[in-house]
Structures are given as C-alpha cells and as structure tokens.
C-alpha cells in the first residue's frame, strides 16, 4: 500500500472522522414520525421522506487524500412510525427483526451501468400507465423522489469538492450524477455512493454480492486503454475497501462488526469457465495489505479450483483476518436448483451477510428467519427414552419433535410486515414493472431456518443408541438424573461421554451417519412448508448468534455436556472432544448430504497461529480446504487465534485495537464483542496442521 493508503488508514483506525458526526436529536429530525402522522403520510412516502430528510442533514466531508467520497455524519436513520403506530402493527403482523427490508443482494451492475437518469426516465414512463393503482403509483413517485434526493446529494458534494479545491473528485460526482460510470474509477465511487444510499435509507446488511463481476469491465477496460495502470487501479481499489469501514460501526447487527459487508469471488459460470479473474487477485491483495474487517471475503469454488486459489486465500488466514470463506458451487448450486430455483439463478448466488445462499437482484428470501435447536429436540425426548424398545423408534421420536417444532415455527411467519425500501427497490430487478416494492417480495420469497447444536445432537443419540441400546450400560434413571442435577453425582458417566463416547469430527461413521441422519430428517419436515408468499423453507447449517442463546436455555446434554457450556457456533465439532486433527473433522463433515441443506452454514475451525511458520504451512492449508471440498463439503470457513493473545486483549483492550477473530459468520474487532463471544472464541478447539 501507498502512503497515502497507509494514512488514510491510519486516520479511519484512530477514528478521527467521527469528528463529523451528529445525531438525529442535535440535528432536529429525531420526530420525524411524527410529522408524517399528522400528514397522513403512506409508509412508502414516509420511507422516501426520512430518507430525504437524512440526506438534506448529510453534510459532505472529504477526508485527507481521499478520491472516493461519502461519509456518514448522521448517527441513526429516524423512525418513520410512532411507538404507538408501530405497536399497533406489531399486534397484527409478524416483524423480522427490526421490521426493515435486509440481508439481500442488490442488482448493482444495472445502475452503474444506466445510471440515475435513466432509472427516473423508466419511472416516468411507467407512470404513464393509466391501469396502475393509487398503490402503485405512490410507490412509483416516491421511487422517483428517493433518486432526486440522491441528486442533488451528489451535487451537493461535489460543490463542495470544488469549493475545497477537489476538482478531480468534483468532475467524477458531476459525471455519476444522471450517467452510468465509464471508468474504474467512476464505477467505485458511484457503486460507494449506491451502497450508501441503501444504508442511509435504514436498510442493513447490505452486501457487495459479486464485486469481482459487475466491476471487471470497468478495471479491464481502463488497464487496456491505459486510462490506468494497474498499480493506479490497485490504489483506487484499496481505498474503496477502506471507505468500507469508515461507517460500519453504525450498521446495525448483534454484534459490533456484524454488518453483513460481504463480497463474493470466483464461482463456475453455466458453460463452465472458472470466473475467477484479476480483479478477484487484487481484492485478495488488498484484503492481506489492510488488515481490516470489511469487506468480508467469500470464495466460490469446486473440486477444480485451482490450488493457487486455496493458497491465496491462505494467506488471508494465516494473518487471522477470519476470510475467505468457502462455498463449494458443486453443492451449493444443486441444492439451490433443488428448491426451485431458475438455473441461471443458482449459478449467480452470493452469500448474504454472514453465509446463507441468496441470488442478487431477483430474491427477497429472509434467510435467518428462525432457527431450530436440534439438541433441544434430543433432550426433550429423554423423558420417553424408556417407552422406546430400540433406537429406530427412539429416532422417530426426534424426527416427530423436529417436524412439530418446525411446524409451529412457519404457522408464526404470518402475515410478515416489513417497511417499505423505495431506494433498494431501485436496486432489484422487476420493481419498476411491477410497481412494487421490494418489501412486497420478488421472484424468490423463500425463508431459511438455522439448525443449531448438530454435532452435540449427533453426538448425545451416538451416546444413547451405544450406551442403552446396545450395551445397555447407562439405565434410564441414571441418565435422567444425570441431566437433571448437571452430572453432579454421575462424574464417571460424564467422563465415559465425554472421553469414549462417540464425536462427531473423528472421522467415526457411527456418529456421522446419526448427523447425516438429523439432517435429511430437517430437510424433510421443511419440504411440506409453504410461506404465505408462496416461498419454500431451507434447512441450513449455520447458528448465527443462536448458539448461545439456545445453549443459554439447554440444559446438561447426553453427550456429557453440562449445562454452562457453549455449544458450538455453526456446522462444527463440540468444544471439548478429543481432536485427531483437522483432516477428521472435515471427513466427518463432510459426510452428510449437504445439497439438502442449502440455506448454508460453515464448517467452522481454529487454528493456532503458531502453525504458520513457512509457506509450507500455508500450502498445506490450502490443500484442506480443498479436500473437504473435493469430499463434497458445502462451506469453509477458518480462524486464526492464539489464546494467550485472546485472553490479555481481554485484561488490556487498549492494546489490541486491530485484533481481529471470526464469530458466527464475520469478522469483528475482538475487544469490541461482548464478553460472552469472547469466551466462546478463546474456548474453541485449535487445531495444528
């Protein structure tokens, strides 16, 4: 990196431009509610008024030797609802979240390449449609109002460029202004400004989908123009990656960090061409240079990716950045069509903000809707454990508890109200024609369900099917008074389970084929379900923060885990069994069918950094990743730590500023998570090479 890369990181680290920031309160727009109440505004003209009114309050800032611009001076986006409108809503609709359109992949590549212009001519035109309903058309125009707002935003900026002697940043926003980009540079900045827009208008975890596709044409046009040199194009792309982080410590999400910034790279085209280009190296370069946690880094592979690939991605690794994650097209694209989706589609996916698979531009899926405790569903049969004469008809009591739970848990995805997101309707195909916002769907409306506790449910019913089935050594009441008083007088039976028993990441088909089992059983009760906008449920095997939070509630469990211990976060072993090394547990890991479970879910590992002591050690960390791929693995995902590290960064935060650790499925600051996070990072098995 340059030094004027090097700088400009140096100020966002020491977090100087939060000089420029005031809140909603200091500014005067924190009752905007209000205001729209008494108007009788719609909820679609209420979401382009606030975000009008947010921009009107934006004040432009150019921070030293930055070419790519906008930067967030307003804390929080304004509620467009009263608390009494909004509990009024609440008592009718079920609410995601925070009720906001979120965790989708906008349609970039259109915009930059029509621009803002053409976007209102298609409006106008529509509105001459004399069949479009009052509904429709309130839509339309406030559509159309959100991109004037834009508008004069950019003018507004790039007055101000001029005013401060920026001329170059000044001819680059008045030439994004109403026209799509015609250069690498032009492309940066007007995707920077659309990626703020979406933001600023309330809307979260908003991901960059397929950077390294929409924004190749612009890089490889310049390079063969000579418009730029590569070293020029690496520069503008390093600080783009920068202006990433300058903000996202007011995106919203669990956790400090959980911002759903997420990029893909790579990936199989329909005629077979691995996409993976020199656009896809740099971001790679720049990630490694700057050392920073966004945007987060997603890899498409399959088991013909060239190792080069695994090794660079490595490289990310070996400096504990928590990316690349791995997505393996060879499952992923399968169980994507398998759901119904259009092959041209699944062949496009991306991840959303932590892994879960969704298609950019077309899909309106909620993919983290709920999630499932399979665990739970083990334990809560214990109690009939006594009434079942084998283990086949203990398992179909777990597959009843399953479908039941599941059951329940679609009827409560009723009647969902989400608040209207005219500037990301902009950003999705079909909107304008349809005269629809986003929120009211798309061409994909499916829902996915989290499946947490997967190997500590596989592994408790290996235990119960050895030890009470078929060696009938642990009786019924020894086991139930185990899990009631948390092994308190039964130590020699938490010793055997937690020790003997069989565990899921030792390559042991006995406890494998159980998870294999648990999870085409939660595919299945999920193949009958149907939301209410006609979209499918996918099975997943991720947890999101649902793994402590169910861990929270548990209870001890078969496996000889007691009740205060964490379950693992995602599609990963349990944090105490005796490892075999990393090659067990991506065998075992692998074994399921994981096309069935498409809403995604990493197979998570930690590695002590202290492994990475030569080229080699990357080398052969690529070559893992790339087996459990070629063994039909479905996604990767690697940390590095070092526990002594971890555990004085907790004493002394003030100096670990940059350390960063993999969570659920993103990268944060780890002095920055809240405590309970922390130990669940610091107690994770790390594994040697």
């Known amino acids: 990196m340059n030094e004027r890369i090097k700088n400009l990181r140096e100020y966002l680290l020491d977090k100087k431009h939060h000089q420029f920031r005031r809140t909603p309160g200091e500014l005067g727009i924190q009752n905007l509610s209000d205001e729209y109440k008494a108007s009788g505004f719609s909820p679609v003209k209420r979401s382009a008024a606030c975000f009008s009114a947010m921009l009107e309050k934006e004040q432009p800032v150019i921070l030293p030797g930055e070419k790519i611009v906008f930067t967030r001076t307003v804390t929080e986006v304004p509620e467009v609802f009263t608390k009494e409108e909004w509990d009024a809503i609440k008592t009718s609709h079920y609410i995601h979240e925070k009720g906001y359109v979120c965790n989708i992949s906008p349609d970039y590549a259109y915009t930059l390449t029509y621009g803002l212009e053409a976007r209102k001519e298609e409006i106008s035109k529509r509105l001459e449609d004399a069949g479009l309903t009052k509904d429709q058309k309130e839509f339309l125009l406030s559509a159309y109002s959100s991109l004037v707002s834009l508008q004069d935003f950019i003018e507004k900026y790039a007055q101000y460029a001029l005013s401060v002697g920026e001329t170059e940043i000044a001819t680059t926003l008045q030439a994004i202004k109403c026209n799509g980009a015609t250069s690498f540079r032009e492309a940066l900045q007007l995707l920077r400004i659309l990626h703020f827009s979406i933001w600023e208008a309330g809307n979260y975890h908003n991901t960059l989908g397929r950077f390294d596709q929409y924004m190749y044409p612009y890089y490889i046009r310049d390079i063969e123009n000579g418009v730029l040199t590569k070293e020029d194009a690496f520069d503008l792309l390093e600080e783009f990656f920068l202006v990433c982080n300058k903000d996202s410590d007011l995106y919203p999400g669990m ?81 994507l069509i398998r759901k119904g989706y259009a092959e041209e589609d699944a062949y496009n996916y991306v991840v959303a903000a932590c892994w879960e698979f969704i298609i950019p531009g077309v899909a309106m899926d909620i993919p983290n809707i709920d999630a499932l405790s399979l665990i739970e569903c083990v334990r809560d049969c214990m109690e009939q454990l006594k009434d079942c004469p084998d283990y086949v008809s203990f398992y179909s009591l777990i597959e009843k508890e399953m479908a039941n739970r599941l059951d329940a848990m679609c009827k409560k995805h009723h009647n969902i109200y989400m608040i209207p997101a005219p500037m990301m309707s902009l950003l999705m195909d079909g909107t304008i024609e349809r005269a629809k916002d986003i929120s009211e769907g798309g061409k994909y409306n499916n829902y996915g369900i989290h499946g947490t506790g997967i190997a500590t449910a596989a592994d408790s019913l290996a235990a119960i099917k050895k030890y009470y089935y078929e060696e009938q050594k642990v009786g019924y009441t020894v086991w139930m008074n185990a899990l009631t008083n948390n092994f308190k007088e039964e130590k020699e039976l938490q010793e055997l389970l937690r020790k003997e028993a069989p565990k899921m990441g030792q390559d042991d088909d006995y406890v494998d084929l159980i998870a294999r089992d648990l999870l085409n059983s939660f595919d299945r009760a999920l193949q009958c379900q149907v939301n209410e906008k006609g979209g499918v449920y996918r099975a997943g095997t991720g947890t999101a923060m649902y793994y402590i939070f169910h861990a929270t509630e548990l209870g001890a469990t078969p496996d000889g885990r007691s009740a ?74 690697l940390n590095t730590v070092c526990k002594e590290k971890l555990l004085d960064a907790k004493k002394h935060p003030e100096n670990y500023r940059n350390l960063i650790v993999r969570v659920w499925g993103w990268s944060g600051y780890f002095v920055e998570l809240d405590e309970c996070y922390q130990d669940h990072v610091i107690n994770r098995i790390e594994f040697g090479l």
């Open 255 to 335: 956790q400090q960090g959980d911002n759903g910034q997420s990029m893909v790279l790579g990936g199989r085209s329909m005629t077979g061409e691995y996409l993976f280009n020199k656009l896809s190296r740099m971001c790679l370069q720049a990630s490694y240079e700057l050392e920073l946690i966004d945007p987060k880094i997603n890899i498409r592979v399959d088991r013909d990716t060239p190792a080069e690939i695994y090794e660079l991605g490595s490289q990310l690794t070996k400096i504990g950045l928590g990316f690349p994650q791995y997505s393996n097209d060879d499952v992923v694209i399968p169980g």
């Open 564 to 637: 205060d211990e964490k379950i693992p976060a995602n599609y990963s072993p349990s944090l105490y069994i005796k490892q075999k090394g990393p090659l067990s547990v991506i065998k075992s890991f692998a074994k399921p069918d994981l096309k069935n479970v498409a809403n995604g879910g990493p197979l998570t590992l930690e590695f002590d950094q202290s492994v990475f002591r030569n080229d080699e050690s990357v080398a052969k960390l690529g070559m893992l990743v790339r087996t459990f791929i070629t063994l039909g693995g479905h996604q990767l995902q």
